[in-house]
């Protein structure tokens, strides 16, 4: 029988908790689409986290303590009592734990490994009931137990039960036909600091942060869709933001048909997992 709690969402799913590795975009799109189903969801971050896309992602809380993100809410949590107490109060919990030792102190059900590193950096089959790579890195059958696409195209958001996803090119995807010209990067070592807000318009040779006392300019004249949280420090090259020349100020806070897809991938593979 499917139970509505009062929030409106499935109690089916309460007790099978899903710990995500990462928390930036492409994870919070993930977590939507888990949170939103029902599961319980944790999540992972390093001390310093390299978000680009900060208004939409999760990872923010480290810095921030607890932000939204559409209809989800995130606070940062330390140690396992703090994450159960978290969870209670329908909050996702984010944690500063690189290596994911929270996956043996908790019980959970499924791991879904959302760094975005284009390697397995420490992902096994054996971290949980079931466990999930996203893109480049994993091998169905291998390391994981499945693999969702992350490549913009026909199989976005396809889960791979054998296999891998598509190769890393290092090459982003275009927008308006702007790839590596839309993005960001560091001229050089430094403490970032943000001279313009996420949301702003942006005309190209705008200054839009420091590195250190170097001006980081804008690329291309668009909407400055992303930016690293002041304090971060920077390697000259560094992805440090991101303009979008389709110039739309709503896109920077709500999670992109991109982060959906892969999400939409990942619940469907959890979903098969607890009904096989």
């Not at 982003?172 to 010209?181: I, T």
Request: aromatic share 4%; with cysteine; charged share 25%.
């Amino acid at each position: 029988m499917l139970l509505i709690n009062r929030n409106g969402v499935s109690d089916m799913f309460k007790e099978k908790r899903i710990v995500i590795k990462g928390a930036g975009d492409l994870a919070t799109g993930v977590a939507a689409r888990l949170w939103r189903s029902g599961f319980p969801v944790v999540m992972t971050e390093i001390e310093q986290p390299l978000t680009v896309r900060r208004s939409v992602s999760l990872s923010d809380a480290v810095y921030e303590g607890e932000v939204t993100v559409e209809d989800m809410t995130a606070r940062r949590a330390q140690g396992r009592a703090d994450i159960l107490k978290v969870l209670d109060d329908r909050v996702i919990p984010v944690i500063v734990d690189p290596k994911a030792e929270i996956v043996n102190e908790i019980e959970i059900f499924a791991v879904i490994d959302a760094i975005m590193a284009k390697k397995n950096i420490g992902t096994h089959m054996d971290d949980a009931t079931f466990v999930v790579g996203l893109g480049p890195g994993f091998t169905a059958g291998v390391d994981v137990h499945a693999v969702v696409e992350t490549k913009r195209g026909h199989t976005l958001g396809r889960v791979i039960r054998q296999g891998s996803a598509i190769p890393n090119t290092g090459i982003p995807g275009e927008v308006k036909g702007f790839g590596s010209a839309r993005v960001i990067r560091a001229p050089g070592p430094g403490v970032l600091k943000g001279v313009l807000s996420i949301g702003t318009h942006v005309e190209k040779g705008d200054i839009v942060a420091y590195a250190g006392d170097t001006p980081i300019p804008a690329p291309i004249s668009g909407m400055l869709r992303g930016l690293l949280h002041d304090g971060v420090t920077v390697e000259k090259g560094l992805k440090s933001g991101d303009v979008d020349p389709r110039d739309v100020q709503e896109s920077c806070w709500v999670i992109s048909d991109k982060a959906l897809a892969i999400g939409g991938g990942v619940l469907e593979a959890v979903l098969m997992a607890i009904n096989t």
